[in-house]
């Protein structure tokens, strides 16, 4: 299905904000065969933001998260244009335009992406494996720092496939452990847990749709802010975001990062503004029941089934914007993705990542230490002796409380 759209911008008149306004004013409407970011008719400029700086926008009549960006809502949003090359060429202007707008009503967070290419046939979706890895396919990966210390963020992303890619991540990525993985350019799924810096085992509760047409792919994304931790008095949030263009091997950033640095050092990027985040205390509880029955047949003795079950669960509590409760009864863990199987030659011990939920929320904070040391191993918790030992109980109170 193709939606109208105003002629997209020769790409040099995308290199300064004087030519985009004046070029702004020459097109006129094409017929109806691409996606186009809405025209502003609420009166919000059609400038680009500066590099660094963007303004979220309010809405009371959300936009539909389809993977089509052409609804009304997206008019209210100051659209974010300038973005620059890391690789290959770090500084240049990107070789494709990007665009991208945001807004927020009570409940989430909005974003739409438009990623323009010339060469349209050549995207790479990748696979439709969430958090499947970014740098085998196109991509744009966004990170919220939303205590604005330069430290702690949520990464967010999706592929041309739309898929969910997201993260936490604690000390700008860094830390100890063996499983930094994650990233635009590090380990796989398997290999990335939260032992380290980011933690990409962490899956929040958000939703993307992404669609392709014959000038480049399109994304929304909706972001509960149920999902996110944040201050009380934080109206300012850190906020960057990266594209990748496969074909060119190409990464660019809408607030330059130098190319030693990746999209996790929060001290490269811009600024959020005009988020208002509601506080809730929302709640969340996972329980299970189990049950069996077994009958063995060669046994005459036995004449009757024998029964077993179990119950437990987990619950999650917001209790402050930063501060989360997460507690458990008699957890089973059956049900949490397995390990990959690895051969070990070696006279050192295997270290899997953690990918029990429980253990999860903010792990990024226990990652201590630096290199290939991990002070806190959170797997080692219900093991004993290479037994297993079941859990019947825990709690877990962690995050941020006023300048902690």
Known sequence: ????????????????????????????????????????????????????????ARTDAPPVIDGVPDDAAWTAATPLTAFTQREPHDGQPASEPTELRILFDADAIYVAVWAWDSQAHAIVPGDAIRDYEVSDADAVIMIFDTFNDQQNGFVFGTTPAGIEYDGQVASQGGGGGFFLGGGMNNTRRFQAGAGGGFNKNWDGSWTVAATRDDEGWYAEFRIPFSTLRYGSENDVWGFNVSRRIRRLNEENFWSVVPREFGLYRLDFAGQLAGVEPP?????????????????????????????????GGEAKLQVTQGLTLDMTVNTDFAQVEVDDQQVNLTRFSLLFPEKRPFFLENAGFFAVGGGGADLFFSRRIGISGGHPVPIKGGGRLSGRAGGL
């Not at 904000?17 to 004013?25: N, S």
């Open 279 to 311: 506080f809730r205390r929302a709640a969340t509880v996972t329980p299970y029941v189990l049950g069996s029955t077994v009958r063995d047949y060669t046994d005459p003795a036995q004449s009757a089934f024998g029964r077993d079950g179990e119950i």
């Open 1 to 56: 299905m193709t939606f109208p759209r105003l002629s997209p911008l020769p790409k040099r008149f995308l290199l300064t904000p004087a030519a985009l306004i004046a070029a702004a004013a020459l097109v006129t409407a094409a017929p109806a065969t691409t996606q186009q970011p809405p025209g502003n008719g609420n009166g919000a400029t059609t400038d680009p933001a500066a590099p660094g700086t963007a303004t979220a």
